[in-house]
């Protein structure tokens, strides 16, 4: 099977969700730094391509960059880790889904929030600012305008722009849990997460990156950075878990889940054992 049915990508998730959430601590951190690093890693890329790009391309330039940052969300899905937006909408799911507790939902999104703030904050210092790749020229000035169109937000806009991020991120991650072939995954994930960037939207992991490298360079301060962090986080939450995963439940596991025989909802999450094991902690 190429693909699978939205009511089985739905039965999926809650089972990826449930198996995320019931991981080690350990290994938590450990998949959750390396989903930092690479969405840190994407983002440098998307830096590094468009930095010294002529003011005469326009809005084309933010294309280009848009194209090249799903790669860190590419080695998320694929290669494995653990990522706070993508976790924003199956942990909630399994939660809603009843495959969960609360408390543990929670534990999860707080240990996943802190290892990818760690796997980007490494990023930003050892590669841009040890490093010097986000530390002078134009690639410094194209940092500091970015963190600065990010900070300028308010509250509200920051909050909205959330949601607008992670509506599409989470629904990179489940067209992603659709495909049954590696190509299909990257295409599921590449478009949904060009499309957040080049919009312009503010993803909570992305954002660990590039103010903090701004704020090594002695630009800005952590306290401007925490207060983008707050609503940004909960704008990503919201888009994850209620424009994704609360609207699907509503459609496709409300009513339906209790008609699934128990072999075909195990025959649906089988997969996630025989492609990825231990893949179901490695999916964003």
């Known amino acids: 099977m190429a693909a699978k049915t939205p009511l089985e990508v739905a039965q999926y998730t809650a089972y990826t969700g449930m198996k995320k959430a019931q991981n080690p601590v350990s290994s938590v951190l450990i998949l959750s730094f390396l989903a930092g690093a690479f969405i840190a890693l994407g983002f440098l ?7 010294s790009a002529p003011a005469e391309w326009g809005s084309l330039v933010n294309l280009i960059g ?8 590419i080695l998320v899905l694929i290669g494995g880790g653990e990522l706070l937006t993508g976790n924003m909408m199956a942990v909630p799911l399994a939660t809603i889904a009843r495959k969960l507790s609360t408390g543990n939902m ?3 999104l707080t240990l996943v929030t802190i290892g990818n703030f760690l796997g980007a904050l490494f990023v930003a210092y ?3 600012h040890v490093l010097g790749l986000t ?3 134009a690639y410094l000035t194209k940092v500091v305008d970015m963190a600065g169109h990010k900070l300028d937000d308010s509250f509200l806009q920051a909050f909205i722009s959330g949601i607008g991020c992670n509506w599409l991120v989470a629904l990179a991650v489940w067209l992603s849990y659709a495909s049954d072939t590696m190509s299909g995954k990257v295409l599921g994930i590449w ?3 060009m499309a957040f960037v080049a919009i312009g939207f503010q993803h909570v992991v992305a954002n660990m990156f590039l103010i903090p490298a701004a704020i090594f360079e002695g630009h ?3 306290g401007q950075y925490i207060m983008n962090f707050i609503p940004v986080w909960l704008g990503n939450l919201t888009g994850g878990a209620l424009f994704v995963a609360v609207a699907y439940w509503m459609v496709y596991l409300r009513k339906h889940e209790p008609e699934v025989k ?3 909802a195990m025959a649906v999450a089988q997969p996630v054992e025989t492609e990825a094991r231990p893949m179901w902690s490695k999916q964003a």
């Open 45 to 51: 890329l998307d830096i590094r391509v468009i930095a």
């Open 191 to 193: 478009f949904p997460t």
């Open 135 to 137: 530390a002078e020229g």
């Open 106 to 108: 929670l534990k999860n």
């Open 220 to 222: 800005y301060s952590w």
């Open 262 to 264: 128990p072999e075909v």
């Open 66 to 73: 848009a194209a090249v940052f799903p790669v860190g969300l």
């Open 126 to 128: 050892a590669f841009g």
